[in-house]
């Protein structure tokens, strides 16, 4: 049984930072692409980051990069996103996600979503 599990959302200041985390359970981590994605209400799912099995490759959406940065452990089975300078329309619910192969952007290349944590940002 796969599940991923998001966590460390919350509401910040504009200009303040959050960690998320993802917890991966069910299945061999290290052969997944992990992405995160973000939906704000009414709002298409977006591509926020992404990182291949070792680190070697990360992307990142216009909007964020330089900003956010997204990084796994493989040992813990974990993938995480550090969001610094944090901007009202940067709030969505946060989902990490896992795909087979590397550099996906589209929400229908991932098979496998956490149950997404909110993060909101006032202004």
């Known amino acids: 049984q796969v599940q991923l599990t998001e966590s460390g959302g919350g509401l910040v200041q504009a200009g303040g930072s959050l960690r998320l985390s993802c917890a991966a359970s069910?299945?061999?981590?290290?052969?997944?692409?992990m992405g995160w994605f973000r939906q704000a209400p009414g709002k298409e799912r977006e591509f926020v980051a992404g990182?291949?099995?070792?680190?070697?490759?990360?992307d990142y959406v216009d909007f964020v990069k330089g900003r956010f940065t997204i990084s796994r452990d493989n040992a813990k089975n974990t993938v995480a996103l550090q969001m610094n300078s944090l901007k009202p329309e940067d709030t969505a619910v946060y989902y990490c996600?896992?795909?087979?192969?590397?550099?996906?952007?589209?929400?229908?290349?991932?098979?496998?979503w956490g149950q997404g944590t909110q993060v909101t940002v006032s202004s």
């Open positions: 990182i291949t099995w070792n680190g070697g490759r990360t």
């Open positions: 996600a896992g795909a087979l192969r590397y550099g996906r952007t589209r929400p229908g290349d991932y098979p496998y």
């Open positions: 069910g299945l061999i981590f290290s052969n997944y692409y």
